[in-house]
């Protein structure tokens, strides 16, 4: 798969929120997940290794108590990179309803995604 159809599918996926399927069938054994610098303490931080980055998914997904709202732009891809915008509506156990917003950053090689950075502002 190039770039541009790894991207799709993503894409394709992360809108139904299949996050994990996304994971198994597009990222590569050593990919590494990359938060915000600076995160506080107990935030799910950066994971290396499929397995780990599973781990993440499963992490946050235990601290979610309703998802009311998931969207992901269209791929913007440049040779093995591409981005995406995602936003999520969520209310999070004991914490409350949440609007969170950031930019994806994904690097491909041989048809695998090989690391994902997250962007967005912390408070």
């Not at 950066?46 to 998931?70: C, P, S, T, W």
């Not at 732009?73 to 981005?83: C, E, L, R, T, Y």
């Not at 969520?90 to 690391?115: C, L, N, P, W």
Request: a negative charge.
């Amino acid at each position: 798969m190039n770039t541009e159809a790894v991207a799709k599918r993503l894409v394709e996926l992360c809108r139904k929120g299949e996050y994990e399927q996304a994971q198994r069938e597009l990222f590569a054994q050593d990919a590494v997940s990359i938060e915000m610098p600076g995160l506080p303490a107990g935030a799910l931080g950066d994971a290396k290794g499929l397995a780990a980055i599973y781990e993440k998914g499963r992490q946050f997904a235990a601290m979610v108590e309703a998802v009311h709202a998931n969207t992901v732009s269209d791929p913007v891809v440049a040779g093995n990179w591409f981005s995406v915008a995602m936003a999520m509506d969520v209310t999070f156990k004991g914490r409350g309803r949440t609007q969170m917003a950031e930019i994806a950053v994904y690097h491909v090689r041989d048809g695998k995604v090989t690391s994902e950075q997250f962007f967005y502002d912390m408070g």
